[in-house]
C-alpha cells in the first residue's frame, strides 16, 4: 500500500542529525521488518520504521499464546524476541525494506544475550542501505549476569553502548525499561558512553490470568503491558529524561490519537512510536500524522520543534 506522505515543513523533524518528514515511527517489535504490513498500512507516509529484533542468530522466541488483551485497548504480550536472526535481516529483509520504506527512516532494533552480541549485530549492519538508526533494547536479560537486564546495571549498559558505538558511525539510540530505578540516570549513562538518543519506553512486566484455566494467558507466563495504561508513564520518563540529557527522545507508549503525540513533544520527544494501537487499527498512524498537520494548521506553528520539551512545570 502506498499513500501521500505529508510534505509540510511543520511536521519535519531533526533527530540525531537525520530529517524525518514527521516524527510519527512504528514502534519496533509491532511493524516486523515492514513487509507483512505493506498491504495495510502506507509506510511512505510515516517518519520512521522501528524493525523487529535483530539478534546474532535466530530465535525461536516464546511459547504460544504469545498475546493476549486485558482489556480495550491493553495488550500483553511475550513474543520472545522472535526473529531470523543477523544473516536473514541482512540478506532477505533489509533489503526489501529499503526499496518500500519510501520517505520513512528505519531504526533498526537490536538484541543480545551478551555485551558482545549488541556490537556484532550493528557491526552486521552498519553498511546497509537503507539503515539510518540503531536502537538498543537493553531490556534483555544478560546471559552471563544470571539474567539481570543489561539496562539493570550502570557497568553493563555503558559496556553494551560503548560496543555499538565502536562498531558504527550512524546514530544510536537506547531503549530504556521503565522499570528502571532511576531512568534518567540511565540515560546519562548511556549518553555518556555514547549514545545519540533516547528512546522511553519499553513495555511493563504484567500477569494475565485465564480465569477458566487458572493458569497465565500467555505460554511464557507473564510479558510485557503495552496500549493506553502506558501513555502517562511514558509521558513522565520523557520529562524526567528530558532534564537529565539534551540527546533527541523518542516517546513510546499509549498513542493513539495526535493528543498523544503531542503530550510526548511537549515533555521533550522528538519522536513519537506508535504499537500497539496500530496492530488495533492500521490507519491509526497515518490518522496521528494528518491530525498532527491539522493542529499545527490551527495553532500556527511552523514547526514541531517549536514544541518539543515546552512543558510548564507547575512551581
Known sequence: MTGTAPRT?????????????????????TAAYGRELRDVIA?????GIGTKAVSVAPRAGAAAPRVAEASDGVMLNAVGLANPGLDDVKRVELPWLAQHAGGARVLVNVVGSTIEDYATVVAGLTDE?????????????NVRAGGMEFGADP??????VRGARAATTRPIFVKL???????????????????DGITLVNTMPG???????????LGFGSGGVSGAPMLPVGVLATWKV????????????????????????????????????????????????????RWCERHGVRSLGELVGTLEWPS
Open 242 to 293: 528530558r532534564q537529565a540529557v539534551q540527546v533527541p527522545l523518542c516517546g513510546v507508549g499509549g498513542v493513539s490519537s495526535a493528543d498523544d503525540a503531542l503530550q510526548y513533544l511537549i515533555a521533550g520527544a522528538t519522536l513519537v512510536g506508535i504499537g500497539t494501537a496500530a496492530l488495533r487499527d492500521p490507519r491509526a498512524p497515518e490518522r496521528v500524522v494528518r491530525d498532527l498537520g
Open 129 to 141: 542501505r537503507g539503515v539510518d538508526v540503531f536502537e538498543l533494547n537493553v531490556s534483555c536479560p
Open 177 to 195: 525499561s521503565p522499570a528502571s530505578a532511576d531512568i534518567a540516570a540511565s540515560a546519562r549513562v548511556a549518553v555518556d558512553a555514547g549514545a
Open 43 to 47: 509506510l511512505d507516509a510515516l517518519g
Open 9 to 29: 515543513d511543520a511536521l519535519a523533524v531533526l533527530a540525531a542529525g537525520v530529517r524525518f518528514q514527521n516524527p510519527i515511527v512504528l514502534a519496533a517489535g
Open 207 to 217: 500477569l494475565i490470568v485465564d480465569v477458566e484455566r487458572r493458569r497465565p494467558a
Open 155 to 160: 557497568t553493563t549498559l555503558a559496556a553494551v
